[in-house]
């Protein structure tokens, strides 16, 4: 019995999250989106068999679904098994097989967890299924469609690249389509500086995403202005990322934090305020939350012989510092 395995990073977002989110990036001139991996994975493993049967185990939280064959799994209502269902139907399996998918990543940490699950999900059946020609930007747009269905809310595209590879991530949008550029010697400065904390909150990226799409549809001034902001901030750290000008990144994650308080109201919570004021003590000079906020993660920025003091300051407040490295 063949087994097939893929492991898939998630990732850090330096700037231009809800940009990448469709129509936005269309509808805004010159929009830019910066991530990079790091070594927090999403796990799918996939052994086929020689019959129908199809078992599907999600450790994370401990639940294991069994069919006697497809047909029986496309009749499943189960809200929990709706993500794993999406996927298998996208590529209708012949024969029976068992999956196991797991993450490391916590649950709405906003470190893009889902969708690099489904980017290993993805990969995994190309490899058993052994289904060629398909290059990042189709899988991407395949995994993002699937993930819509199942959250029944609009998707970004970012996580999904910065599922694809390890590196610095830099995903350039206009009307003729995505362009992804990908540099795999920048990343040390990062292991130097950052400290990735999780606020033990979880946060919901999909109901945050539809909440601003819907406003700027609806032309309200406050969300188009905010978007604008992000967006020109995006693009400074395109330029400083390629510049290798690293000295400017706190200064752009207290822009970036500025904007996304104008963005949306549900952006703060009151671990991420705690966290901010701990950091801030402990002589950080750049605070950045991942993905849409309001609870998940975030990276502080530290010079590099302050950046003990700030692991020792936040230990004390009993906060879970991820043991991540960018890769």
Known sequence: MNTFVTKC???????????????????????STVNVAIDIFTTCEISERSDTK??????DIKKEWSFADFSELQSNTDKDFLFFKAHIQHWQPKQGFELEARSQSPVGGGLGGSSSLSVAIYKTFQKWLAVEGLDVHQMVRHCSNIEAQVLATPTGLQDYYGAASKGLHIIDFSTHGVHLETY????????????????????HSGINNWGVLKKFIDKDANTTAALLK???????????????EWSMLPQLFTEDFTAREQLSQEFMSPEIAELKKISDQADAVGFKICGAGGGGCVAIWSDANKKQKIIEAIHKKSYQILDAHFL
Request: charged share 25%; net charge positive; glycine share 4%.
């Open 230 to 244: 992000i967006r020109d901030v995006a693009l400074k750290m395109r330029a400083a990322c390629l510049k290798r």
């Open 54 to 59: 199809i078992i599907i185990r999600s450790p």
């Open 9 to 31: 990073p998630t990732r850090i977002d330096l700037a231009g999250g809800t940009i990448d989110l469709w129509p936005i990036w269309a509808m805004i001139e010159k929009c």
């Open 184 to 203: 795999s010697e920048h990343v040390n400065v990062f292991n130097d500086s950052v400290v990735i904390v999780y606020t033990g909150r979880s946060h």
